[in-house]
């Protein structure tokens, strides 16, 4: 198994230079060399390999791997208990590059409907959790928007219903008439 490691290493048995310039690659490896055994001396070369430059690189790195960056060091996800490092994940996850732009933000609610909660992350993880099957990755990603879009209504059915009267609010969802 440790053979796969085996190409992080140079012809002088090193781990590559170019390593240290990849960091979301190099945290992964810091994560992979934790699952580590007795005996497999790759995974504990690889462990302080990224140990050491990691943390000389967390203070030059911007905000959301720095944090990553941080909390791997600090309690690496294998040493964590499952659940409350998920809760901290799906922060961090929602503030990366990758999710600034999409769908979702393009619906701009944040502007349009400020007693919004964004809940794309976790609406997303609870339908994940539901179904991991990856053959399934299309109707995941339809079930998210569908509970996504549910959120937005029960948020804004919430805030008219304070602001309104409930049965009001009630009669135009339902199309005009009274429900009493």
Not at 56 to 79: C, D, F, G, Q, T
């Amino acid at each position: 198994m440790c053979d796969i490691f085996g190409k992080f290493k140079d012809e002088n048995g090193s781990f590559k230079e170019c390593l240290i310039n990849d960091v979301e690659g190099m945290l992964g490896l810091y994560e992979a060399a934790h699952l580590r055994v007795h005996g497999e001396d790759i995974l504990d070369e690889a462990l302080a390999f990224t140990t050491t430059h990691l943390k000389s690189l967390v203070e030059h790195l911007e905000y959301p791997l720095s944090i990553k960056v941080n909390k791997a060091l600090y309690r690496p996800i294998r040493k964590g208990l499952e659940r409350l490092e998920a809760r901290s994940y799906i922060l961090i996850y929602q503030d990366e590059a990758s999710h600034s732009k999409g769908w979702w933000k393009d619906l701009d609610f944040f502007s349009k409907l400020p007693f919004f909660r964004d809940r794309a992350v976790e609406t997303y993880l609870w339908i994940v959790a539901a179904c991991l099957e990856p053959q399934y990755s299309y109707a995941l990603i339809i079930q998210a928007k569908l509970l996504a879009i549910t959120t937005v209504i029960d948020d804004m059915y919430d805030d008219v219903a304070l602001r309104l009267n409930w049965n009001f609010l009630h009669k135009q969802l339902r199309g005009g008439t009274m429900v009493a």
